[in-house]
């Protein structure tokens, strides 16, 4: 404005307008993953996946409803287990994921799982974490030669995951396990610490 100008200028306050949720949601940064140790201070952040019915559709592990309960067990599962992370996202825990050993001349093959709340799904959180995992594994248990996953068939978006980390579908085993009292058929999943893309992960 050119100065002697007798114009006022009204003081405006300008807001930025939410268009739409999925605007906002496009706008979100989900580039920030790390995996982390969990702790009892965790727990309200673990209810949160933990009690998610899309979460525990398909898996074998409790769903916990009471705070108490799920202190319970991070003190005497989760705390003490092998190889158990958290999936962070900017710090805060919204999934986990975990490597289970087998023992005797089993000691070559891990299991990996994870889980993750249902309203992270479909960003490429699960595939980076898995692929963290992976790269970490492989070098934390040198005797490790075979990372395994089983997926139940009805899970396509497990799978995908697992595919786009790497693992090689192996093929069907059926009424492998029993899921919430009946028997599933899944699918079998490997990464081999030779496998090309382990070294890519590290």
């Known amino acids: 404005m050119e100065s002697g100008s007798s114009c006022e200028v009204l003081p405006m306050k300008i807001e ?4 739409s949720d999925k605007e906002d949601a496009a706008t979100e940064d989900y580039s920030d993953i790390s995996l982390r140790l969990l702790d009892l201070t965790d727990v309200d952040d673990f209810m ?8 525990n559709k398909f898996c074998s592990g409790f769903t916990f ?42 000691r070559c093959r891990g299991e990996i799982g994870n ?3 249902s309203k992270y799904w479909g960003k490429g959180i699960a595939t980076k974490a898995v692929k963290m ?28 995951v697992l595919e786009k980390a790497g693992f090689t579908k192996e093929g069907v085993l059926r009424k492998y396990y029993l ?11 490997s990464l081999l610490s030779t496998d090309l893309q382990v070294t890519y992960f590290m």
């Not at 899921?179 to 999943?189: A, Q």
Request: proline share 7%; charged share 25%; with cysteine.
């Open 115 to 117: 889980e993750l709340s």
């Open 48 to 55: 949160e996946w933990s009690a998610d019915e899309n979460v």
């Open 16 to 19: 930025k307008l939410k268009l």
């Open 179 to 189: 899921l919430k009292g009946r028997p599933r058929d899944i699918v079998m999943f």
């Open 65 to 106: 409803k009471c705070k108490e309960d799920a202190m319970r067990y991070i003190a005497g599962v989760v705390i003490p287990h092998p190889w158990f992370r958290a999936i962070c996202l900017s710090g805060k825990p919204i999934g986990s994921i975990s490597v289970l050993p087998f023992n005797g001349s089993d």
């Open 133 to 160: 995992a992976a790269a970490t594994i492989f070098i934390e248990w040198p005797h490790l030669e075979r990372l395994e996953a089983v997926v139940d068939v009805e899970n396509p978006g497990s799978q995908r």
